[in-house]
């Protein structure tokens, strides 16, 4: 049997042991209802509390702040839906995540409008453009974090720093869900509004994620039809996916993230390193600022479904940066907003799971896969 090498971890991350222990002691524990008055659902407040701490330690928040969503899509979309009631005009820039482009566009059947904005050939936004951007009825402006195919690393604190210049009571969004448990991330630190992360990217459990929303900020709820979340967000607490969380960022505490993104660096240069001698790949993204678990490598000359195919057969699990490898047979949105090639391209993630070999085994598989396809083309 081949044996499998994960290099998809951008994509999702497996669960991490802590997590998963975390989890089965809640399930284990036959906790109540967290918004009832008996003694098992205090039980499940104080670890839905104490999970809620854990998160808001990891990307420096306070615990209040946090409130658990079912991921970063829907994070996200609260926060367009949020910053729709009060006003018709919201920023966003080209390489943003579907899930903020589409949320964003869903509006204009009510009458609201999305100003998009321009990215360089890496994908790194300019802030005094995005800044511009924002006119009188601007509720709201979208800056992700770092970008989920390509890996750069955006000016967030220079746009949110242009934005508040521009106009103090704009409110500023960040999706982090590429950039959480990868590199820091600091929402009091960087001082945006609002905060999107998935905890799957980064081990967590899948289905649990949270929306940083500022002290102060009052923001019309999405899901309606409890008090929940500080009714912010109705619905009852997945007790168990949340404690998971909570133990996912506690795995980061004490250098763990540092040590990890060190490693995963280390790996992508590697990959890097080796992807180079092969004939017709080129790199996409920011040279220096940028993920250090990604590399999304540009292959002009072979279609990507091929590749993928090839490399699943080789044991090596990958993505292709272009949508049209999945569901949709569009090009990449982020890459045609970088004026690169938008449709065949290769995304190489590492992770917490990720060995040495894993990386070396991908580049092989790649190197010969790539061989055998241009053979059969020609």
């Known amino acids: 049997m081949t044996s499998r ?35 098992e659902a205090l039980a499940a407040r104080y670890e839905i509390e104490q999970a809620r701490q854990q998160v808001a330690d990891c990307f420096g928040a306070r615990s209040r702040e946090v409130v658990f969503t079912s991921g970063a899509t829907e994070s996200i979309a609260a926060a367009v ?12 820039s080209a390489v943003e995540h579907s899930a903020v482009r589409l949320s964003a566009q869903r509006l204009s059947t009510r009458g609201h409008r999305a100003t998009v904005v321009g990215a360089d050939g890496t994908g790194r936004v300019d802030p005094d453009e995005m ?68 905890a799957h990217k980064f081990g967590g459990p899948p289905g649990i994620g949270a929306l940083l929303v500022r002290r102060g900020l009052r923001l019309a709820p999405l899901l309606e039809g409890g008090e929940q979340e500080r009714a912010r967000r109705a619905g009852l607490e997945n007790g168990a996916a949340i404690a998971g969380f909570g ?27 080796k992807a180079q001698d092969i004939e017709n790949v080129v790199f ?15 292959i002009g000359d072979v279609e ?36 690169v090639d938008a449709h065949h391209s290769l995304r190489l993630s590492v992770g917490w799971s990720t060995t040495d ?17 241009r053979k059969l083309r020609s």
């Open 5 to 39: 090498h994960y290099l998809d971890h951008a994509s999702t991350s497996p669960i991490r042991p802590e997590a998963v222990a975390a989890m089965n002691r809640w399930w284990a524990a036959g906790h109540g209802d967290p918004s009832r008055m008996h003694a």
């Open 81 to 92: 839906w949020g910053a729709s009631q009060r006003g018709p005009h919201q920023v966003l």
């Open 131 to 198: 800044a511009a951007a924002i006119e009188p009825d601007t509720t709201a402006v979208h800056c992700q974090w770092a970008n989920h195919e390509v890996g750069t690393v955006q000016p967030v604190a220079e746009v949110v720093a242009a934005c508040r210049e521009r106009s103090p009571d704009v409110l500023v969004h960040v999706d982090a869900a590429a950039a959480a448990g990868r590199i820091p991330v600091g929402f009091e630190e960087v001082g945006a509004d609002l905060l999107s992360i998935s």
């Open 247 to 273: 133990a996912a960022c506690a795995a980061l505490e004490d250098g763990a993230l540092e040590r990890e993104a060190f490693r995963a660096q280390s790996q992508t240069d590697r990959i890097r390193d």
């Open 284 to 298: 996409y993204g920011h040279p220096t600022h940028r993920l250090p678990h990604l590399v999304c490598l540009g």
């Open 304 to 339: 990507p479904q091929a590749v993928l195919i090839a490399l699943d057969r080789a044991g090596v699990a990958a993505h292709s940066g272009s949508s049209c490898a999945s569901e949709s047979l569009e090009p990449s949105p982020v890459l045609e907003a970088m004026g």
């Open 357 to 373: 070999a894993d990386g070396e085994a991908a580049v092989e598989a790649l190197e010969e896969a790539l061989a055998e396809l």
